[in-house]
């Protein structure tokens, strides 16, 4: 199995997260908020990464089944970097609900 690793693209990873800014100075996620596109809420985007970081756990527990049953289909190289991938979602999950909880807490422990 061949495994190639693609370089790191900042302006593409800037340009998914409306982060780019063009001449005029309006970013990427102004405009799609202007157009039609619907704007997501923080819950569905939390959603939609804890149902990817589900994936990819359920994947790399897939081939690790696949390597301990001796499979000829699975390289350990492509098991070691799904099981990474998991790792790195999980935490990123893990430190976001940190996050939310203390900004919760913060918020609640606020005198009005």
């Known amino acids: 199995m061949d495994v190639r690793l693609k370089p790191f693209d900042f302006s593409q990873a ?6 780019l800014t063009d001449a005029a100075g309006a970013t990427n996620a102004a405009r799609r908020t202007a157009g039609s596109e619907r704007r997501e809420d923080f ?20 081939l690790q089944r696949e390597v ?19 790792n790195i979602g999980f935490q990123m999950a893990l430190q976001v609900r940190n996050r939310v909880v203390q900004a919760y807490s913060e918020v609640m422990s606020m005198q009005v």
């Open 43 to 62: 819950s569905d985007v939390f959603s939609h990464a804890l149902k990817s970081v589900s994936t990819a756990q359920n994947e790399a527990g897939r």
């Open 14 to 19: 800037l340009a998914r997260t409306g982060a």
């Open 68 to 86: 301990s049953l001796d499979s000829s289909t699975v390289s350990i190289e492509e098991t070691m970097i799904a099981m990474q991938r998991s």
